[in-house]
């Protein structure tokens, strides 16, 4: 089955502590639409200005990304950030953000994209993702969103809730959203507003997943260069989400290996800048580094007695 | 197998957001020893004080820990410390230190406790830790140290990691110590330094073990209600080492079994103030919590083919 995303289509200007690069392909529906078409057909509903080029909708294109929904205006740019990462690779600072396109963004459907199956609201206002759940008539829709939005819009965002099935969002994300310390009371509470499913992210800890009646915990796969984390979220929602859409299933036992494609997309897309690593994978090194995470989050039951006292 | 700890045995104050005890029984040889004698027979090696009554003498007999290398000092005191948690369990406020019987401890072994095999060194001086070290022939040696000790006795902690076969510390210290902030990196700088194991605890992140050419990771057994954090990395190393010895093994799929006992062990000790926790508990308890943790950590392989795309 294929899969509709929502979301940004950018350049971005970043720099970590190992280089430096400006005006790179970006945004939430890139980096999503790049690893979720290793699993299934994608559909992008965006806006860009001139700036989106031939180099830029090549990527697209080579990954037989469909943007017949793409929104392009003229005499205006692409939504544009610059950002810069210290040795603490999990937190962003912004230099600059320009809106650009984006700030009349009104996400535009065509009759083909409301009947797509599986539907990603990207990280954008909480009342344009609402606008778009109601145009869809989605088996399964998943959002994401983001501190800015929990404290500037927080009635939207909890009403956009109630319409998803699945939240994925990360670690602090979902402790300010719950307005609790503990994740594990946090995620009890988010599944009170709306979706039956939480994911997650926990950067170099990992992901966890959540329903009423079920806990999924993984560690993150083992990087010793962890080069540009831009982008690792949507990553890791394009291989999560490619792989539910696919195997067209919504169980619990789905849910984990698709829990696990996001893993190894997103250890992959930190790799470089932009998604200059996931877009060139091949099928046989993203099955070996699934088999890599079973392997080493590995163990057997234990048949050994604990110890009997002497009474 | 029996095991051999040396450490401290020592009274605490705690304030936690949930509550508040004044001197309770702490030390890192009594929560050590409480956890490994579910799996085998365990002897200390600390110093104690006066104050060290029939209360606490009590918890060691119950679970049959054999203190015939407790060195009493008449007309003094235990070791105390006096530490506040703030809503964030991972950060301890000390607020009073008293080092009392412990700052002229010289740990004094028996010829009894020079011959058993499995030796835990728990957080005292590394030159303590290493005279220790030289007057047993033990057939695994396992330590642990702390940020204290890596800013003010590198050379003498050093000296101490070449004579040991597992290191137990938690993910800040192994930072610390490699002097590098991807642990991945940190790990292998650290394996360079003289244990062949490393042994990370993450708190609520679970735990990581690394050899040469063997990486595991597990996520952290899931509590909504984390009492008291003090002497969790103790009780982990306890869980640990229990197993290792009773299993009289120290194979890597032991090594790993020896993680979940350890977790486990750690996730009940939080959740009281002391050992209050961990000494009551029953075998069932124990087993329940390691098959859990097996359910919430499990995954399939995948068998779906990834998405081929026309040419």
Known sequence: ???????????????????????????????????ASFFTEVRVVAVVGDDFGDAEEAVFHERQIDLSDLERIKGQKCFFWSGEYGFDLNVANTRDTQLNVFADFKPKLSEAARHIPYVFLGNIQPQLQTEVRQQVGAKLVAADTMNYWIE????????MLKGIDVLIINDAEARELAKEANLIRAAKRILTFGPQ????????????????????????????DVFDPTGAGDTFAGGFMGYVAAADATDEATMRRAIIYGSVMASFNVEQFSCDRTRSLTHEEIHSRFKEIRAITHFDESTMPLRSMAQ
Request: proline share 6%; glycine share 8%; no cysteine.
């Open 1 to 35: 089955m294929s899969i509709l995303v929502v979301g940004s289509v950018a350049f971005d200007s970043i720099k970590t502590p190992f280089g430096e690069k400006e005006h790179i392909l970006g945004g939430s529906a890139t980096y999503f639409s790049v690893a």
């Open 152 to 159: 500037s819009a927080k009635p939207e965002l909890l009403e």
């Open 197 to 224: 499913r939480l994911v997650v992210k926990r950067g170099e800890y990992g992901a966890a997943m959540f329903t009423e009646n079920s806990y999924f915990a993984v560690p993150a796969y083992p990087l010793e």
